[in-house]
């Protein structure tokens, strides 16, 4: 084989050799920025969900250490407001409350202002009180589209220069007065349901009245979850 020949090849297979590494390179990347998957196992069904650690990633890392934890089996959904949402997460089918590790810092307006999601139907958000950086282990999946449950993100500058909220419009406002303010916080959404929304819809319709410590939204036949495990 003459020597051009010879060289022909060695750079051909280098170029093979290359492209194959560049292959298991992106499969590799494609791997690791792969969304995980959780999936849910209760009496109305299975359905699947997936999390986003580049949107909210203290709230998925705390989700996803309760399901690694076995927290949510033996759960149920335990306000259930058709037209509106399902929560679950904190209660057992006695409704004893669930013992839980500390709150997690409200991440909703820094994942809005990274492309997130918002509070659209079959998102997951993390449920909490009055206190933004309330949430713990609780839960809920949209069931429509709640504009209201939104966080604002604030735009750059110190005073603000322009913000508008709820149609109003507010000029050269201190940066302090909007970081502090409760209502622009909203909800945080970590994720969504990519299989199995008929069995959320299943549950959000189910019949519900007084149950345990609530008045009302608890579904009279309870609606359990069984068990919640990572699958991807």
Not at 7 to 14: D, E, I, M, Q, V
Not at 34 to 61: C, H, N, Q, W
Not at 128 to 153: E, G
Request: charge should be positive; proline fraction near 8%; hydrophobic fraction near 35%.
């Amino acid at each position: 084989m003459n020597s051009q020949a010879t060289s022909f090849k060695r750079r051909t297979l280098s170029t093979l050799a290359l492209t194959g590494l560049l292959a298991v390179s992106g499969w590799q990347t494609a791997c690791a920025d792969a969304a995980p998957r959780v999936k849910f196992t209760t009496s109305e069904g299975d359905f699947v969900v997936e999390v986003y650690p580049d949107k909210a990633p203290k709230t998925v890392e705390n989700f996803l250490q309760y399901v690694k934890d076995k927290h949510y089996d033996g759960t149920i959904f335990h306000r259930v407001i058709n037209n509106f949402m399902v929560q679950g997460g904190g209660f057992d089918a006695k409704y004893a409350e669930k013992p839980s590790r500390p709150p997690v810092r409200h991440e909703g307006q820094e994942a809005v202002a990274k492309g997130g999601d918002k509070n659209t139907v079959g998102t997951l958000a993390m449920a909490r009180t009055s206190d933004p950086h309330s949430a713990t282990a609780q839960f809920f999946i949209n069931v429509k589209d709640n504009d209201f449950l939104n966080p604002t993100p604030i735009p750059p500058g110190d005073p603000v220069p322009r913000f508008e909220y709820q149609g109003q419009v507010y000029e050269n406002t201190p940066r302090a007065k909007l970081v502090n303010a409760t209502q622009l916080f909203g909800y945080t959404v970590f994720g969504k349901v990519v299989s199995g929304m008929d069995v959320v819809n299943k549950i959000k319709s189910v019949p519900t009245g007084a149950g345990g410590p609530f008045s009302s939204d608890v579904p009279k036949t309870p609606v359990l979850i069984k068990s919640v495990s990572l699958i991807q």
